[in-house]
């Protein structure tokens, strides 16, 4: 089965870059999705194939994929990008994976 | 843009089978193009995907939950239903249904905690 690993937490200064990968045998042939999941909420997609941002999330929201990891990036990180990330792709034979989450603390 | 709603039973016992539903609004089940599904987030971890459903009746399901699950439509009521049969405490998860869209979900519900307990 596909599997998608992501590091358990990332802290970043308020203000500076935040990167969050997402690591899975050649992940670069997929196409990449991310959500944020605030504690009590449910997720919310934040960035689609890999680089594409929904209206409404803001540009500091950015992603690529290449080779064998996925990276979320977080510019300008402010103390409401406080939450939970999940990368997830669509495998043949497995389905829709998700990530293991990553835990991204502002400081 | 649509929402999403779960309802059904936030305690079911063990054995027995787990029924939710989801109701859609602010569009239709039946405008196509998307498909509709069920995740879960057993509590404190990650994500896992159940399944999902066309409106048209046409199903796909995690191959480790396969067994277990049925996924139902019905476009009258603009709804679709999880049953998860045989259930055991290893299913007591938060429950959320989202409409999934090529290959990414968006929306999702607000999600139901379903306990499974005697």
């Known amino acids: 089965s596909y599997e998608l690993t992501q590091p358990l937490s990332v802290s970043v200064a308020l203000g500076q870059t935040a990167r969050i990968t997402c690591g899975g045998n050649?992940?670069?042939?997929?196409?990449v999705h991310w959500y944020q999941q605030k504690p009590g909420q449910a997720p919310v997609l934040v960035i689609y194939?890999?680089?594409n941002r929904p209206s409404g999330i803001p540009e500091r929201f950015s992603g690529s994929n290449s080779g064998n990891t996925a990276t979320l990036t977080i510019s300008r990180a402010q103390a409401g990008d406080e939450a939970d990330y999940y990368c997830?792709?669509?495998?043949?034979?497995?389905?829709?994976?998700f990530g293991t989450g990553t835990k991204v603390t502002v400081l | 843009q649509v929402q999403l709603q779960e309802s059904g039973p936030g305690l079911v016992k063990p054995s027995q089978t787990l029924s939710l539903t989801c109701t859609v609004s602010?569009?239709?089940?039946?405008?196509?193009?998307?498909?509709w599904s069920w995740i879960r987030q057993h509590p404190g971890k990650g994500l896992e995907w159940i399944g999902y459903?066309?409106?048209?009746?046409?199903?796909y399901y995690n191959p480790s939950l396969k067994s277990r699950v049925t996924i139902s439509v019905d476009t009258s009521k603009n709804q679709f239903s999880l049953k998860l049969s045989s259930v055991t405490a290893a299913d007591t998860a938060v429950y959320y249904c989202?409409?999934?869209?090529?290959?990414?979900?968006?929306?999702w519900g607000q999600g139901t905690l379903v306990t499974v307990s005697s």
């Open positions: 459903i066309y409106y048209s009746g046409s199903t």
């Open positions: 997830q792709v669509w495998d043949s034979s497995t389905g829709f994976v």
């Open positions: 194939r890999d680089s």
């Open positions: 050649n992940i670069g042939s997929k196409n």
């Open positions: 602010g569009g239709s089940i039946s405008s196509g193009g998307y498909y």
């Open positions: 989202a409409s999934l869209l090529i290959e990414w979900f968006d929306p």
